[in-house]
């Protein structure tokens, strides 16, 4: 798939490198600094390259937008039109300090989103895991279990897209059902951080669901 990175920061730095890894055609946008994105590019190998929003969002099946919630409109406006776009976001609409949720309990960041690119096909994904931990879960995705990672959207064909890609990231894809369910996601993102960034044992940290099958006699 060709897709098209928005914010080549820590999240889209990572995911992009790692879906180039996994054979996908990456473009990386959105830096200050144009020779980072060239050296992301280069460094992630295959066809990655490194160009404008406008030029990572035309033609691409997919774009991941990976930006600060207040970045938001500057690079959807730098984008262009993305009727139509499946666009997966793993952005939080935190305040500028990074401690709040600035949208929450009635909306989250990717309803707002979705309204925002209305004829684009948003997918919440990737933004429940530390980018410190993606590397580690890349490569050891050929192992039997996997860790879970949520995903949540209204376009049934835009979540399988992104279900893949989840998958080529080295997670167990989690459905999670429609876009309003990332109330609930967002939220428990920063559950994740705390665990991550204030608990022991550091930000290498992902998750993993488990159903337990009852036994018959326990059923009710
Ligand atoms: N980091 C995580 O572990 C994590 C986990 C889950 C969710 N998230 C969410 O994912 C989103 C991206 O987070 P991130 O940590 O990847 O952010 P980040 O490292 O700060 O990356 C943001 C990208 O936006 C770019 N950008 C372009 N113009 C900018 C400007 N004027 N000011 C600031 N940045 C500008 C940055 O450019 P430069 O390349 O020049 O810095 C960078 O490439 C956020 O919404 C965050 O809440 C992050």
Known sequence: MRIGILGSGLMGGKLGTLLARAGHEVAFSYSRSRQ????LARQAGGKAR????????????????AVHWLKTD???????????????????PMNAENTELV??????????????VPRAR????????????????????RRKARPSLVYCGDDLAAKKMAA???????????????????RYIEPFTLLVAQLAYE????????????RLA?????RR
């Open 164 to 182: 893949g890609l989840i998958r080529d990231v080295g997670f167990d894809p989690v459905d999670a059902g429609p876009l309003r369910t990332a």
């Open 50 to 65: 490194a160009g404008t929003p406008r030029e990572a969002a035309e033609n691409a099946d997919a774009l991941l937008l």
């Open 74 to 92: 500057d690079v959807l406006s730098q984008a262009g039109n993305l009727s139509g776009k499946v666009v997966i976001t793993c952005s939080l």
């Open 36 to 39: 980072k994105l060239k050296r």
């Open 214 to 218: 009852k036994s018959k006699s326990l």
């Open 122 to 141: 948003v997918v919440s994904a990737f933004g429940t895991v530390p980018s410190e931990v993606l590397f580690a879960v890349f490569a050891a995705r």
């Open 103 to 116: 949208v929450a309990h009635t909306s989250s960041g990717a309803e707002e989103l979705a309204r925002r």
């Open 199 to 210: 608990g022991e044992g550091g930000p290498e940290l992902a998750y993993q669901f488990e």
